[in-house]
């Protein structure tokens, strides 16, 4: 089999790795992606309806406290808009019952973009030549090779279906993913093998919906579509809506754990039931409906992430470690940034990091 050799890979084609491809491209350095599923964006994920681009993965920026993520996107030229919270909100008690309470403003003002998160993405790309993505591409096996790595693309069971050898390897990838299911050799050692197992993958045991509409029938009855929930199926409910204009949304995540949804037809079913008992009957038909769980998705979630998080951890490298194997391998992902784990802020820092 032929060892394709490049000065630097990065394994993940998230928001971190096309960040870090983004910024080897202005450098005019050799590098190639590899991204396991057959699309790029990882948790950004912003499925089209009616041109407008429903956000199933990360859905707010706050500019006032995320300066790169807001730099990069008035570099982009790329437009947001304020979220939507004006009006009275919802609650309902563990007994079910639902009650009207003040709204929820957040502090900080949450943004969306214009086209969904994924535009960030398709923008960026824009400036990386193609024949450096590789799509279909799930890295399987490292292999420290004196002052080089060895990187195994395929099943884990299964011969290579593709070799590279480069002289530095980013991982854009969650430590705990990548403690999961990648090979290494020599081992790692076990201390940074446990940290990054350790290291809850953000979103990985999440679900999350989007109902579409074409009347913003909710703001109407003085409603900002913010609601919470003690009794589910859906925890945290949002206005998903586009700007100024249809269609209008609801958007929001699943309350129960993951084990518990098994059967997606029958929590739509539950979902929509939910939805009208807050804002009417007319919730219950949206034009279009989203859904999307995380923790089915092989390529974001491991079985350590099936229980849900309550709230969100305090990232940093693992075991203090930006790099191992004497700064041949740098860890980018955003759980791996010591500043807005988690978030679009920290996936760009972490990139930044193991780019310089």
Sequence with gaps: MTIETVDTLIIGGGLSGIYAAYLLTRKAESF??????????????????QGFFTDLGPSWYWPAIHPKTARLISYLKLDGYRQFEEGFGRFQSVSGAVETVSGYANEPQSWRLEGG?????????????????????????????????????????????ARFKARKVILALPPRLIASTILFTPDLAPDLTQAMLKIGTWMAGQAKFYALYDEPFWRRAGLSGQAFSQRGP???????????????????????????????????KAILEQLALFYGEPAARPTAFFYKDWAREKFTATRLDQPPMYSHPLYAPPAGQTSFWNKLIHFAGTETAPQHGGYLEGALTAAARAVQ
Excluded: W
């Excluded at 190639?32 to 994920?45: D, F, H, S």
């Excluded at 591409?137 to 395929?154: A, F, M, Q, T």
């Excluded at 586009?242 to 029958?266: C, H, M, S």
């Design 234 to 268: 859906l925890g945290e409910i949002h206005d998903g809506s586009n700007n100024k204009k249809a269609p209008y949304g609801l958007t929001g995540f699943i309350g129960i754990p993951a084990v518990q949804r098994r059967d997606e037809e029958l929590l739509t």
């Design 117 to 161: 998160m994924f535009v960030l993405i398709e923008r960026l790309c824009r400036t990386i030549p193609r024949k450096r993505l590789r799509l279909n591409h799930p890295v399987c096996g490292i292999e420290k090779s004196g002052n080089e790595v060895l990187v195994n693309v395929g099943a884990l069971e299964q011969e290579p279906q």
């Design 32 to 49: 190639i992606l590899l991204e396991a599923r057959k699309r790029l964006g990882g948790r950004i994920l912003s499925p089209e309806e």
